[in-house]
Nanobody, 124 residues
Framework: VQLQACGGGLVQAGGSLRLSCAASGLTFSSFAWGWFREAPGKEREFVAG????????YYADSVRGRFTISRPNAENTVYLQMNDLKPEDTAVYYC??????????????????WGQGTLVTVSS
């Protein structure tokens, strides 16, 4: 199984980035997906998630209304569109796949596979 995250970079406050996570080696539709982030000196935290068939999305309060997670049909890729970025959004962003519907969707321990991370830096 491989999750390849990309799309990070340096952007000014108020700008936008789109992260992508391409998955291989698994049955994409058998997993729910999430994005997490880890800022320097802080624990990894949940950012956004999407259900197995993409019909349900959920967000951390800090990004709701600014970030959008999606998983288009026929693509083994999950996206995170990030708008109106703030310096506090600076972090390494990770995509993750979760098989079980019984696990806590906000917890890092619930996810079975992880991408390698992509760095997002927002300057003020």
């Amino acid at each position: 199984v491989q999750l390849q995250a990309c799309g990070g970079g340096l952007v000014q406050a108020g700008g936008s980035l789109r992260l992508s996570c391409a998955a291989s080696g698994l049955t994409f539709s058998s997993f729910a997906w999430g994005w997490f982030r880890e800022a320097p000196g802080k624990e990894r935290e949940f950012v956004a998630g999407i259900s197995w068939r993409g019909g349900h999305t959920y967000y951390a309060d800090s990004v709701r209304g600014r970030f959008t997670i999606s998983r288009p049909n026929a693509e083994n890729t999950v996206y995170l569109q990030m708008n109106d970025l703030k310096p506090e959004d600076t972090a390494v962003y990770y995509c993750a796949a979760r098989r079980s519907a019984l696990e806590n969707r906000y917890s890092i321990r619930s996810y079975d596979y992880w991408g390698q991370g992509t760095l997002v830096t927002v300057s003020s």
